[in-house]
């Protein structure tokens, strides 16, 4: 069980929008702390998406952008292609005994 | 260009120990915090350990305290996981990621290595 949590599988069809829900608590995203996202393709290292709850990396589209409020974060995801098809990942602090560093389940997304 | 390479992973014995290596280049190693974080088969990603950019702070998840050491030497640029007393639970690919932020709470991960495959297994 994760302390953040994410639905297990969203879909879309090319070219539509997607959103992947986080949902946290008081004692991470509702206490004020930052979200990240990740990208976990197969057998490649996982890549920064998203960082400080709705901050680009350099390189990564804008096509991917991240909010946050109450103890919620989300992961959008616009013009959707086939090769976003992948796990994607929220991160967190989090200061009871589960943390510090605590991520969500994660979500397939799947491109149809 | 940022790389980690990690190295060690393996098949291994319950109860049993394994060391795994990470290896930076391409930034300046001594400046980082480094993380591991695995991903056990068909589950999310945890954070497994941490050490500060001296290597004199390390943080541990409660699931591995007391078994598992982390450890660095910014001369050579390398990290490592010292894993004893190895449980099935254990098993899953182990990453080293790059920590930006010294501050905890706003920590993240910004590069990442391919992962090594722990397996723990009779």
């Known amino acids: 069980q994760s302390v953040l949590t994410q639905p297990p599988s969203v879909s879309g069809a090319p070219g539509q929008r997607v959103t992947i829900s986080c949902t946290g608590s008081s004692s991470n995203i509702g206490a004020g702390y930052d979200v990240h996202w990740y990208q976990l393709l197969p057998g490649t290292a996982p890549k920064l998406l998203i960082y400080g709850n709705n901050n680009r990396p350099s390189g990564v589209p804008d096509r991917f952008s991240g909010s946050k409020s109450a103890t919620s974060a989300s992961l959008a995801i616009t013009g959707l292609q086939a090769e976003d098809e992948a796990d994607y990942y929220c991160q967190s602090y989090d200061s009871s005994l589960s943390g510090p560093w605590v991520f969500g389940g994660g979500t397939k997304l799947t491109v149809l | 260009e940022v790389q980690l390479v990690e190295s060690g992973g393996g098949l291994v014995q319950p109860g049993g120990s394994l060391r795994l290596s990470c290896a930076a280049s391409g930034f300046t190693f001594s400046k980082y915090a480094i993380h591991w974080v695995r991903q056990a088969p068909g589950k999310g990603l945890e954070y497994v350990s941490a050490?500060?950019?001296?290597?004199?702070?390390?943080y541990y998840a409660n699931s591995v305290k007391g078994r598992f050491t982390i450890s660095r030497d910014n001369s050579k640029n390398t990290l490592w996981l010292q894993m004893d007393s190895l449980r099935v639970e254990d098993m899953a690919v182990y990453y080293c990621?790059?920590?930006?932020?010294?501050?905890?709470?706003?920590?993240?991960?910004?590069?990442w290595g391919q992962g090594t495959l722990v397996t723990v297994s009779s």
């Open positions: 050490i500060n950019s001296k290597g004199d702070s390390t």
């Open positions: 990621a790059r920590a930006r932020s010294v501050v905890l709470t706003a920590r993240y991960f910004d590069s």
